[in-house]
């Protein structure tokens, strides 16, 4: 079951190219002819996901959707060819199902170290990092060992300019192969990581854990497998893209087997993003809940955008 623990800003994430294609995969994976157009709720949720429309083929956000369902093109579409969500197919609120604890709290509920010191930790997974200080402040509640701390990003190389978008055209345009060395910041944290016995890795890919993490020797499953502020882009409209990564990455984690029997999956996000994202219908399909969320402290972290400035 996903714990979605909710906070935090944009992460590093490479991008992804957008193909028209994954709009018409999911209608045809979702929906399927209905004998009648009479008495159906346009605005229903079963013609939307993952930011997208699946009757008029368009981005969509969350927040719009009323307003778009009652629009004509979108009615127009429907009763040219009514259809519906096929039998079996999961279409769950976008809402959070579970309280937002407060921050006092976080720890607990992510339960990466041991309440009893005798007990070993939950081993873990965490995908999508940047400047790795995510990962050194969960190594550093628990004792040497069992964390695996990884990168989209290739290993930083120093013949790659680091670029730091300023405005939206830029940041549509932003793409790098290996990770910025942020002033330093990455080396010391890597170097910290190192002497508490977790283990870095680089080039790994969230949503094909079996073609980029097994192949670097990282075999078995995890008790936890935690991405910290997943984001396909740096795109801040609404973008699809963000949703099909949550739906991969959750996909890979069941189907390549890095998720033990109890074991959970969490995300580090900002509030809104849960439900503009569509987060809980990307779990659904990989028959995963969201089991608890709480915020993030303050100061837990050194934030930063995807290009990594802090």
């Not at 045809?28 to 993952?50: I, K």
Request: aromatic content about 8%; overall charge negative.
């Amino acid at each position: 079951s996903p714990k979605a623990i909710q906070g935090g800003q944009s992460s590093p994430r490479g991008s992804f190219t957008a193909e028209p294609a994954l709009f018409a995969q999911w209608t045809e994976e979702r929906l399927e002819p209905a004998e009648s157009a009479e008495g159906v709720d346009l605005s229903t949720l079963d013609f939307w996901y993952g930011q997208v429309c699946l009757l008029c083929q368009t981005t969509v956000s969350k927040v719009c959707w009323k307003v778009h369902a009652m629009g004509q093109k979108h009615r127009k579409i429907f009763e040219a060819l009514p259809v519906r969500l096929k039998s079996g197919v999961r279409r769950p609120p976008t809402e959070p199902s579970r309280i937002l604890q407060p921050a006092e709290r976080f720890l607990p509920v992510a339960s990466w170290s041991s309440e009893d010191p005798a007990d070993m930790p939950p081993s873990i997974l965490l995908v999508g990092e940047m400047d790795f200080s995510f990962s050194l402040a969960v190594a550093r509640l628990r004792p040497m060992g069992s964390l695996v701390a990884t990168s989209y990003l290739a290993a930083h190389d120093p013949t790659e300019p680091e670029v730091y978008p300023s405005d939206d055209g830029e940041r549509a345009a932003y793409s790098r192969k290996s990770l910025p060395g942020m002033r330093g910041a990455l080396q010391l944290n890597l170097t910290a990581l190192g002497d508490l016995g977790a283990e870095v890795l680089h080039s790994v890919d969230a949503t094909n854990l079996d073609g980029t993490l097994r192949n670097q020797g990282i075999d078995g499953g995890f008790h936890r497998v935690v991405f910290p502020f997943p984001r396909a882009t740096l795109q801040r409209a609404c973008d699809p893209r963000n949703s099909r990564l949550l739906r991969e990455f959750f996909v890979s984690v069941r189907r390549d087997g890095y998720l033990m029997e109890g074991g959970l999956v969490q995300l580090v996000m900002l509030g809104s993003q849960y439900e503009e994202w569509d987060v809980a219908g990307m779990a659904a399909d990989s028959g995963m809940y969201l089991q608890a969320r709480a915020a993030l402290p303050a100061n837990f972290y050194q934030a930063r955008e995807m290009s990594g400035k802090a």
